[in-house]
């Protein structure tokens, strides 16, 4: 039983020590400075307790020790030398250790509240690598890109999701010119790009060469998409990605969307491509 300032502070020492006290345990009290006989508490006030830093009291532990567990052949030079040394160490030792310090309530609180926390964002983390480690076992067995996009999204919140989606659309979007991506709205909303009237010329002139570099297709009133053309093509598929995701979307998500831009997060919305992918 090692009896230091910290030790009269630890309720769950003093409960170890009355007990022992009780029960007349074989026990063997020692002392650390700065504790001495004269600030000895409780039950340990008046008994015999050994200093630490006193040979004679370290000689009687090993005698108490050797006869709890019999044990025999151990030559008293032997330990003396080893005594000798561990005194000698000792001043060091002590001087190195931490005061003690008495921690209030109040902290006590906010330390236990901040463990709890941590916790949790433990078993969060320890649950996201069980699901990551599971993801890639799957996308070891799998060879389509597609496939391994979806199995990669797996446990992303919905909003991040969404962030990922129309990031990667707006992207590809970037690459057409203007008058592409409206058309593209068109489609997506249910109308057609119709060619400008009067006044209109410069946008007319942007048609002219969006169809000139094939990204559109020419008609009597309006312009298609010409969706054979490779970066058109991929710009439909990442736009056609987004339409479907929302299309899913669960209403929390679409609460928080519009929460944010005060408008519904929908693929036919002119506020929405403006907002997420890029139309001006």
């Not at 769950?12 to 600030?39: R, T």
């Not at 020419?218 to 093509?233: Q, S």
Request: aromatic fraction near 8%; charged fraction near 30%; charge should be negative.
């Amino acid at each position: 039983m090692v009896v230091t300032p910290s030790y009269y502070e630890s309720a769950f020492c003093l409960c170890e020590l009355g007990a022992a006290w009780a029960m007349a345990h074989n026990s063997f009290p020692l002392m650390i400075p700065p504790v001495d006989s004269d600030n000895l508490k409780a039950v340990l006030h008046g008994t015999q307790v050994g200093e630490l830093t006193n040979e004679k009291a370290l000689d009687r532990l090993f005698d108490r020790v050797k006869d709890a567990l019999k044990i025999k052949g151990v030559p008293t030079a032997t330990w003396n030398v080893k005594r000798d040394q561990f005194l000698k160490k000792l001043p060091r030792l002590l001087k190195g250790l931490a005061g003690f310090k008495k921690v209030d309530f109040g902290q006590y609180e906010a330390m236990r509240q901040n463990y709890e926390a941590a916790s949790e964002e433990l078993a969060t983390a320890n649950q996201r690598i069980e699901e990551l480690e599971a993801q890639i076992e799957e996308i070891g067995k799998l060879k389509d890109k597609k496939e391994v996009a979806k199995i990669q999204r797996r446990g992303q919140r919905e909003s991040e999701l969404l962030d990922e989606l129309t990031e990667t659309a707006r992207e590809r979007l970037a690459r057409l010119p203007d008058v592409v991506i409206e058309a593209m709205y068109y489609q997506f909303s249910g109308g057609h790009l119709a060619w400008p009237g009067f006044g209109e010329e410069e946008k007319r002139a942007d048609m002219r060469r969006a169809v000139e570099n094939t990204y559109l297709v020419e008609g009597d009133r309006v312009c298609t998409l010409n969706e054979r053309d490779p970066a058109v093509a991929k710009a439909l598929d990442a736009v056609q990605e987004v339409a479907v995701f929302l299309g899913n979307a669960s209403e929390e998500l679409t609460d928080e969307f519009t929460e944010e831009y005060d408008f519904e997060p929908r693929i036919d919305s002119r506020r929405f491509w403006q907002a997420r992918l890029g139309l001006s």
